[in-house]
């Protein structure tokens, strides 16, 4: 049987319960902002394994969404990731309020460079990689964890959490974890609700041609013909694409040839109501 785990709100509460954990460990952290799904159970499941008790923090970052995006709107199933977290053992949740994260004459922002200002989610979402480092280092923080869980599907936000560690010292080791797929490729998002039965079957495109276009380039192709066809066959199917771009995988510095690095191939793309981000090792 395993016990539910204890959901905590405020700071005193949140100490207490990391002083009892610590005492029989490492502490792994998963920050999430909910509506969980298989993609953030797997970094919960790395989490454990790599550490003796696991915090899962949830929290819909304001500071992360511009003005028109979908903060409000952002799905919240708080009682079902509770359950889902129940399951896989998770020892502690922190669940604090956008008050506590962001009280009354707030003024301190995290401003990270390098990966951060690659041009690629930076050029579409502005405010985005200033309130996830902001959020990051105040869970960091907070928290104090051992390891710290972040999914390849955000692969530019985990480049930047990365260096945010190191640059600032907050002692953390930050952990990658392969994206989790549907059987048709599509990368879990709790973003895929807001598309259309019709919209959700065009959607796997996305992953089929970041597939198709890594082996071409691995075959030897040129980048620039293989990147500029892929585009096409996405917008062809009704994807308004944002950015898709091959990169360095460790700087994101733009790449020009295979032997200059490893390589990750990058995309943005919106569907409908949704923008849906993926990417790929060559
Ligand atoms: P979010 O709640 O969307 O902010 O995501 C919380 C964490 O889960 C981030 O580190 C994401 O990169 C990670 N994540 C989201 N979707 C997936 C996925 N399909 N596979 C692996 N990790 C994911």
Known sequence: MTARPQVVRTMAALDRSLARLRKSGTVALVPTMG??????????KLARRRARRVVVSIFVNPAQFAPHEDFGNYPRT??????????????????????????AGFATQIV???????????????????????????LFTQCRPNFAIFGEKDFQQLKVVMRLAQDLNLRVK??????????????????NLYLSPQERATAPTLHRVLSACAAKIADGASIAAVIA????????????????????AETLAPIASAKDGPMRLLVAAKLGKARLIDNIAV
Do not use: N, Q
């Open 35 to 44: 509506a969980l799904h298989s993609g953030h159970l797997a970094l919960v």
């Open 78 to 103: 708080f009682a079902h990731d509770v359950a889902a977290l129940a399951v896989l053992g998770v020892d502690l949740i922190w669940a604090p309020s956008p008050e506590l994260m962001y009280p």
């Open 112 to 138: 990270p460079a390098g990966a951060a200002i690659a041009g690629l989610e930076d050029k579409f979402r502005p405010h985005f990689f200033t309130g996830v480092a902001t959020v990051v280092t105040k």
């Open 174 to 191: 930050v952990i990658g974890a392969p994206t989790v797929r549907e059987r048709d490729g599509l990368a879990l998002s709790s973003r």
């Open 229 to 248: 066809e892929g585009r096409k066959t996405i917008e062809a199917t009704g994807f308004d694409v944002d950015y898709f771009e091959a990169r360095h």
